[in-house]
Each structure stands twice: as structure tokens, then as C-alpha cells.
């Protein structure tokens, strides 16, 4: 899958292997309210570079991520989660 990001980078997602997709679903702590509802992901930055080096089909060097703005780094693991995240919530039959 190719995703277009709202700078006009192009970046394609690999195929990954159900381990590197639960190493990957491993990696992400989420922060709740006191009310038990998702306030936001705990080491954001980390886990958001972790995704990008398994799930993009390119370069995923130092020097590629130093070109990549907060926005965009967001903005792929938005795309990667919808993503690698299809069926996660369908209750098996």
C-alpha cells in the first residue's frame, strides 16, 4: 500500500509478517483518563520510529527519519495502524 502524505512524500507500507506486526502491537502503551478513555500513546516518539523502520517498504535510515516532520511521522503511524489493524477488532466466530 502506497499512502501520499500531506507534505507530498510518498511512502509505501510493507507486508509485514504477523511476528513483526505483534512486535510492532507490542510496542504501543497507551495513557488513559481518569474516566478509563485513551488520552494518548506513552513513548509516542519511539514507538512512532519503531513502526516506520518495520513497516515502510524503503528507506528507513537515521538520515531519511531526520527528513520526516513530526506531522508526517504522525501522520504514517495513523496510516500504518488502519493499516495493520484490519480485523483486529472482530470477534472470531
Do not use: C, P
Amino acid at each position: 500500500m502506497e499512502i501520499k502524505l500531506k507534505s507530498g512524500k510518498k511512502i509505501k507500507l510493507k507486508d509485514v509478517s504477523i511476528d513483526e506486526r505483534d512486535d510492532m502491537m507490542d510496542s504501543v502503551q497507551y495513557d488513559y483518563t481518569d474516566k478509563g478513555e485513551i488520552a494518548g500513546v506513552k513513548m509516542m516518539h519511539s514507538t512512532m520510529t519503531k513502526w516506520i523502520r518495520i513497516g515502510v517498504d524503503g528507506d528507513t535510515s537515521d538520515e531519511f527519519l531526520k527528513t520526516l516532520s513530526l506531522q508526517d511521522k504522525t501522520e504514517i503511524f495513523a496510516e500504518m495502524q488502519n493499516f495493520y489493524l484490519v480485523g483486529e477488532e472482530k470477534a472470531s466466530k
